[in-house]
C-alpha cells in the first residue's frame, strides 16, 4: 500500500488506544454519535430516550475519557441558547480494509468514519494461504509506516463465519482456512474478516445509502450477483451468507445458459463474463466491460439489445427483491454497476413487468462499484469489531 517498508515493532501499553465505553449507555451514546453525528445533546437525549441529566454525565464521562469532543462550531435553533453538538474525532483511529480477489490485493486506509484516506492495489503473489497471510502482514505494516493502524479488516469472495474463518472461497481455492487467526497471530493487532458482500453492506449500513433505514437490500454485479439484505437495523446472515444463491435466480426463460445450464439466470444474464462474452459473440471479436457499455451508449445494435435484455432482467431482481423482502431502497453496486445507468429505462420496464402496480414505487440508488468501495466495506468491519470493545495495541509507524 504505501511505497515505504517499515519494520514492525510492540506498542508501549500507555500507546493502547481504545474504544471503550463504561456501559451500555454510554456505547449508545457513543456509537450514535458516530454513525450519525455531530449530534446536540438534546437530540442524543430525544434519540436514545435518556433524561436530560443522564445524557449530560453520559457525555461528560465520554468527553473526558476522549472518546467525544464538543464540536467546534455551535449551532442555534430558534430562540436560546446554541446547542454545541457532540462528535467523534474520526483522524483519530486508523483502520486498513483489505480486498482479496483469485488475482489482486487491494486495501485503503480509512479513518473512523469509513473515510478513505489512501488507496493502493497489488498483484496476489500467490493464493496459497499462508503467502497470503505474509502478504497481507506486509500491507498492514507498510500502511503502518503513514499512519497507526488499529484494526484490521479484510473481505473475500466466500463463507466466512464470525470468527474470520474461511470454510469456502472458490476464487481463492481455499476451504477452512482461519485468515483472520493467521494475520493477527502476526500484527498483534485485532483482526476481522468477512464475506465482502456483508462487509459492502455493512458499509452502506453505517456511513453510505443505507445509514438511517431500518430495511434496505443491496445487489452486486460484477464477476458474480450478491445479494444482501438489513432488516429491522441488522445484516441478515446465517451459515449459507456467502454462498451465492441469488446467482441463480431465475430472469429470463428465454435467456443464456450459465456455466451450470440454467437458462436466464442471474449469473447468465447479469455477470460482466457473461455480457462481456455474448456482447464478444455478436460483434465477431473479444470486447471487454468498458467497450461494452460505450457501444450500447453509442446505439450499437447487438450491444444495445443484450444490455436492454440485461437491464430488463435486473429490473426483475430488483421487483423480486423488492417484493420478499420490503426494503426502504434497493442499492446497487459492483464494478457491473454501469449496467442499471446505461441500460436504465430497461431495468425501470423490467421492475414494472414484476411488481403490483398497486405497490409503491420501488427506490433504486446506484453506489460506487469500484475496488475502493469493497476495501472500505472490509474496513468497516474492522471499525465494527473495535468499537465493539475487541480492542487492542495499534500497528504503530
Not at 252 to 272: F, I, N, S
Not at 370 to 379: F, M, V
Request: glycine share 10%; aromatic share 4%; charged share 20%.
Amino acid at each position: 500500500m504505501m511505497a515505504v517498508e517499515t519494520n514492525y515493532f510492540a506498542v508501549e501499553e500507555s500507546e493502547t488506544r481504545v474504544w471503550q465505553p463504561t456501559d451500555e449507555l454510554a456505547q449508545a451514546v457513543a456509537l450514535e454519535v458516530l454513525l450519525h453525528g455531530p449530534l446536540g445533546r438534546s437530540e442524543l437525549a430525544r434519540r436514545l430516550d435518556l433524561a436530560p441529566a443522564t445524557l449530560t454525565r453520559i457525555s461528560t464521562e465520554l468527553i473526558n475519557t476522549g472518546l467525544l469532543v464538543d464540536a467546534p462550531h455551535a449551532t442555534r435553533r430558534g430562540a436560546g441558547r446554541p446547542s454545541i453538538p457532540l462528535d467523534v474525532v474520526a483522524d483519530a483511529h486508523h483502520f486498513l480494509g483489505v480486498k482479496l480477489s483469485g488475482e489482486q490485493i487491494a486495501g485503503a486506509i480509512t479513518d473512523l468514519r469509513a473515510d478513505v484516506i489512501d488507496y493502493r492495489e497489488e498483484p496476489l503473489d500467490s493464493r496459497d494461504p499462508t503467502a497470503v497471510t505474509s502478504q497481507i502482514v506486509r500491507v498492514s505494516r507498510r500502511a503502518a509506516a503513514a499512519y497507526p493502524i488499529d484494526a484490521v479488516g479484510i473481505g473475500l469472495g466466500g463463507v466466512v463465519d464470525s470468527d474470520g474463518n474461511v470454510s469456502s472461497a472458490p476464487f481463492l481455492q481455499w476451504t477452512d482456512v482461519p485468515i483472520a487467526t493467521l494475520v493477527e497471530a502476526e500484527l498483534g493487532i485485532p483482526t476481522f474478516a468477512a464475506n465482502d458482500l456483508a462487509a459492502f453492506t455493512e458499509a452502506q449500513h453505517w456511513f453510505g445509502a443505507g445509514t438511517g433505514h431500518a430495511n434496505f437490500a443491496t445487489l452486486t454485479l460484477g464477476v458474480g450477483v450478491g445479494f444482501g439484505c438489513v432488516a429491522n437495523g441488522k445484516l441478515l446472515a446465517n451459515a449459507d451468507s456467502g454462498v451465492g444463491l441469488v446467482g441463480h435466480w431465475p430472469l429470463d426463460p428465454l435467456g443464456p445458459l450459465c456455466k451450470r445450464g440454467h437458462r436466464g439466470c442471474a449469473e447468465a444474464m447479469l455477470t460482466v463474463p457473461a455480457i462481456e462474452r455474448d456482447v464478444s459473440t455478436a460483434l465477431g471479436r473479444d470486447v471487454q466491460w468498458e467497450e461494452v457499455l460505450d457501444l450500447a451508449v453509442a446505439g450499437e445494435p447487438a450491444a444495445t439489445r443484450i444490455l436492454d435484455a440485461s437491464g430488463r432482467a435486473l429490473g426483475a431482481l430488483i421487483a423480486a427483491v423488492a417484493n420478499l423482502t420490503a426494503p426502504d431502497l434497493v442499492l446497487v453496486g459492483g464494478e457491473g454497476v454501469g449496467l442499471a445507468a446505461v441500460a436504465s429505462d430497461a431495468v425501470a420496464h423490467g421492475v414494472r413487468e414484476n411488481r403490483d402496480p398497486r405497490a409503491a414505487p420501488v427506490r433504486v440508488e446506484l453506489v460506487s462499484g469500484d475496488n475502493e468501495s469493497w476495501c472500505r466495506g472490509a474496513a468497516v468491519i474492522a471499525i465494527q469489531g473495535f468499537v465493539r470493545n475487541r480492542s487492542g495495541r495499534a500497528l504503530q509507524p
